[in-house]
């Protein structure tokens, strides 16, 4: 008889061990992976250039959830709790979808910008070939502004490989930087093609 319930008692604690584990949280698997394509589809458009700040914060989320299950992956099974991981992970899909849509926003506007600026720095250059061409006849010291002005063609044409490349951040500054060489050109050519003044 004895025997008999020495064995009933073992039974009824094997169930109970087996309902615990049952019972044991498991890591949010199908939240992670989520999170992750979100996250990637968010960096694959460019979103820490043209969205840096909302980016770096979605960042963090998800590190943050990451980081969190590791921790409850470190505690005994029955001790492990995934909701506050959960949250987070939510919290990290949520705010890449945000700053997937900023981004495209923004690089878009940035697009634009990009492209009238280039237009307006090829507009500069023309302008300022013309004066060099104009003045060379009449002064050959300014042929010393010729290599600037190649540098500005030049700035010009990597503005447009980055325009095309989509690459518009690149393109913006590249094009900003020929404008101000430019400007830069005419003064040169303006100063050396000003009468001398006699002492």
Do not use: H, W
Request: charged share 25%; proline share 2%.
């Amino acid at each position: 008889m004895s025997n008999n319930k020495s064995i009933n008692v073992v039974r009824i604690a094997g169930v109970a061990a087996l309902a615990a584990l049952c019972l044991c949280a498991k890591a949010p698997q199908k939240e992670v992976d989520e999170a992750s394509a979100a996250f990637e589809s968010t960096k694959s458009i460019g979103a820490d250039k043209y969205a840096a700040e909302q980016f770096q914060q979605t960042q963090s989320k998800y590190d943050a959830a990451i980081a969190e299950i590791n921790t409850q992956n470190g505690k005994s099974p029955i001790a492990r709790n995934y909701t506050l991981a959960g949250k987070l992970l939510k919290e990290a899909t949520e705010s890449a979808a945000l700053c997937k849509q900023t981004a495209e926003q923004n690089k878009g506007l940035m697009k634009t910008e990009a492209e009238t600026m280039i237009d307006q720095a090829k507009k500069s250059a023309e302008e300022v070939t013309t004066l060099f061409n104009d003045t060379k006849k009449k002064k050959k010291a300014v042929e010393a502004v010729e290599p600037e002005l190649t540098a500005l063609n030049q700035l010009i044409e990597q503005a447009s490989a980055s325009l095309t490349n989509g690459d518009y951040l690149e393109a913006r500054t590249t094009s900003q930087a020929a404008a101000d060489k430019a400007t830069a050109v005419k003064a040169g050519i303006d100063s050396l093609s000003a009468p001398s003044k006699k002492k």
